[in-house]
């Protein structure tokens, strides 16, 4: 008997040794974002040069190369309003469900189903460049506010056009709060003009800049502050790209910041009030809204220069050539970055929720991204990645 017991007390701790040798496996890294889902849009928003917009009731408008789409938050396809011609705003919605959007010739209201209802029409079309978009404000008198071609239309909804300006050569940019509409016009050779006008036309400040090639115009939250880019159309020493706040109400300027390079992106704001700009499509930075004092400041490489988008946790994304950059809002941190055909060439833009991202890579490909905050994705969402997304939807 004692062979028997030898050899199994041989056996036993030959286990108990080899158990004891092996180690845990470790951990893996949590994925730091889940692609919700992705679908191909046969001419989507990239064609029409603009990024995907929420509405105030969480579904996603695509702007085409004719028309506009409206997709629910799966990615399913809800209805498409062809225009005929290249939308040139971005849409501007009514609370009764309605949709309006501009070309440039023709103001539509799409009825919340997809059918066409009022329009109003500039019979021959304007001529010259419009302004970029988005060209197509609401503002006082709860009139629209359009720009087409070298004129600036005040038009009733549903109605028609109250009173029009014809501007110097081209304007370049419009917006508006419940007081005034501003906008931004530029006379070849002599400058550029910033204006504020009431709902009546009549001018009630101006302010004088050196001929621009671009600008942005963006008011603050509460309508205090109207926030400036302006692009030079000629950069120089004493011509730099630069952002500027004014008082909205006087035309004064509070503070600025110019930047030595060449190109500038349009800011977002994000929730602790910092306004997030890229500059010479290599350059992030974090502005405070006050004062301008920079708070933030990182390098990245290749950026398409498009608008970077701010989720409520901080986190920054900005667009790049080749992929996507996810972007630590407190230091300046690269988190992540995906890789994508063609890169981003517009802002993505931010879900209802707070978190989730929608936008098209350089394909016309649709993708809905949330990142991975504490396991925030939804159970539908789970298991999904960026190596084997969830199967698209069928519209």
């Known amino acids: 008997m004692r062979p028997f017991k030898s050899t199994v007390s041989a056996l036993v701790l030959t286990a108990f040794l080899c158990l004891s040798l092996i180690q845990p496996a470790a951990a893996q890294p949590a994925q730091p974002y889940t ?45 498409e309003f062809k225009t ?41 079309g304007e001529k010259g460049s419009t302004a970029s978009p988005p060209n197509l404000t609401r503002g006082p008198g709860d009139l629209f506010y359009l720009l087409l071609g070298r004129s600036l239309y005040a038009v009733a909804p549903r109605r028609n056009m109250l009173w029009y300006l014809a501007q110097s050569d081209y ?53 205090k502050y109207l926030y400036v880019v302006n692009i030079p159309k000629s950069p120089g020493k004493f011509n730099k790209c630069a952002l500027y706040a004014l008082d909205a ?32 499509k290599r350059y992030l930075y974090g502005l405070d809204s006050l004062t301008g004092d920079e708070r933030l400041s990182t390098q990245l490489l290749d950026l398409s220069g498009a608008t970077p988008a701010v989720d409520r946790e901080g986190t920054i994304y900005v667009p790049g050539k080749e992929r996507l950059y996810a972007v630590s809002g407190s230091d300046g941190r690269l988190l992540w970055d995906l890789d994508l055909d063609g890169g981003v060439a517009t802002t993505p833009a931010l879900g209802s929720d707070g978190l989730t991202i929608y936008f098209t890579d350089g394909k016309g490909t649709l993708y809905a991204l949330r990142p991975g905050y504490n396991n925030a994705a939804t159970t539908a969402a789970a298991g999904a990645s960026s190596s084997d997304p969830a199967s698209t939807p069928d519209p």
């Open 35 to 79: 692609i919700l889902w992705q679908r191909q849009i046969t001419g989507g928003s990239g064609s029409a040069g603009q990024p995907p917009v929420i509405s105030p009731w969480g579904d996603i408008f695509l702007l085409t190369g004719s028309g506009v789409l409206r997709l629910n938050d799966l990615g399913e396809q809800i209805w």
């Open 84 to 124: 005929g011609d290249k939308p040139t705003s971005s849409p501007v919605f009514f609370d009764d469900g309605s949709t309006f959007v501009a070309t440039a010739k023709v103001l539509y209201e799409v009825k919340p189903y997809g059918r066409p209802g009022w329009s109003f029409t500039v019979a021959s």
């Open 171 to 223: 304007p370049v940019a419009v917006d508006a709060g419940r007081q005034y509409v501003f906008v931004a016009r530029s006379e070849n050779g002599v400058g550029t003009t910033l204006e504020a006008l009431d709902s009546a036309g009549k001018s009630v400040w101006s302010r004088g800049f050196a001929e621009q090639k671009q600008v942005y115009l963006s008011l603050s939250p509460d309508g």
């Open 249 to 280: 109400a006087a035309g004064t300027i509070i503070w600025s910041r110019k930047f030595n390079q060449n190109e500038l992106s349009n800011f977002t704001r994000g929730p602790d009030g910092l306004l997030h700009l890229v500059a010479g």
